[in-house]
């Protein structure tokens, strides 16, 4: 039974990319190509609204999705039709991000096993593996990203990305109990941040609150007297 389906699905996904019985025109952020609407209609919920309301898509037969390339609706189409895996290094991310749109987790659930399995983690990018795997509900590759960074925390702070934390992203780490730094680093860190973007007088002080000034070597705390007199008493 099983092969019976597969071998329907893939004829089907074969007379949809002859354009045979197509009557949806697909306008994609760099072409055009086209779909049957009954095929998308059963793929998700995503395009079952779209196509079975009296939205503009309905009625016009013109899907736009403005984000989302040829190839990669294409692909899409694909795996979904014919139990095939395509994804690789240079469509992952893009796959993932239009699967989010489309609701279509079994195609997510491919990237997200591909990126479990291929994911490179290092300082210049854990923040954005972070936010990514954050805003996908990715919980273990967003905990793999913030340990990585928690833990390279003395390289992190000396990178461009430490200042482009948001305030919320700032207190999680600080947060951490365990923080393989010293306190000093925690402070520069803290400061750099402070300096860039210059934060309301209530998040200063929450945010010094977390730190363990005890920890912080004297000397540095006095070099830095007069950016702690700034921040802390403003």
């Known amino acids: 039974m099983d092969r019976t389906k597969n071998n329907i699905l893939q004829n089907i996904h074969e007379e949809m990319v002859k354009g045979t019985f197509n009557d949806l025109d697909i306008v994609c952020e760099n072409g055009a190509t086209g779909a049957n609407r ?19 898509e309905s009625r016009t037969g013109v899907l736009k999705l ?31 991000d239009a699967c ?9 659930d491919l990237c997200h096993r591909y990126l479990k399995k291929n994911l490179v983690i290092t300082t210049g990018n854990c923040l954005h593996w972070w936010r990514l795997m954050t805003s996908y509900n990715v919980p273990d590759l967003s905990n793999t990203a913030v340990s990585y960074l928690t833990e390279n925390l003395t390289d992190f702070v000396n990178t461009e990305n430490s200042v482009h934390l948001s305030k919320t992203e700032l207190l999680e780490i ?17 400061m750099k941040w402070l300096e860039a973007n210059n934060p309301y007088a209530d998040d200063v002080k929450r945010i010094f609150e977390m730190i363990r000034i ?14 702690l007199r700034t921040h802390l008493w403003k």
Do not use: H, W
């Not at 009954?38 to 503009?56: I, K």
């Not at 989302?68 to 014919?82: T, Y």
């Not at 989010?100 to 997510?108: A, G, R």
């Open 66 to 96: 403005p984000t989302v390339s040829v190839s990669v609706f294409q692909d899409i189409l694909k795996m979904s039709l014919c139990s095939l895996d395509l994804v690789n290094e240079d469509n992952c991310v893009n796959i993932l």
């Open 174 to 190: 600080l947060s951490i109990d365990d923080l393989k730094c010293k306190e000093d680093v925690i402070m520069k860190g803290v």
């Open 38 to 56: 009954l095929v998308l209609a059963t793929m998700s919920s995503y395009f079952r609204a779209m196509l079975t309301s009296d939205m503009t």
């Open 214 to 227: 005890d920890l912080v070597d004297p000397q540095f705390l006095i070099e830095n007297v007069g950016f």
């Open 100 to 108: 989010e749109m489309m609701q279509l987790d079994n195609v997510k």
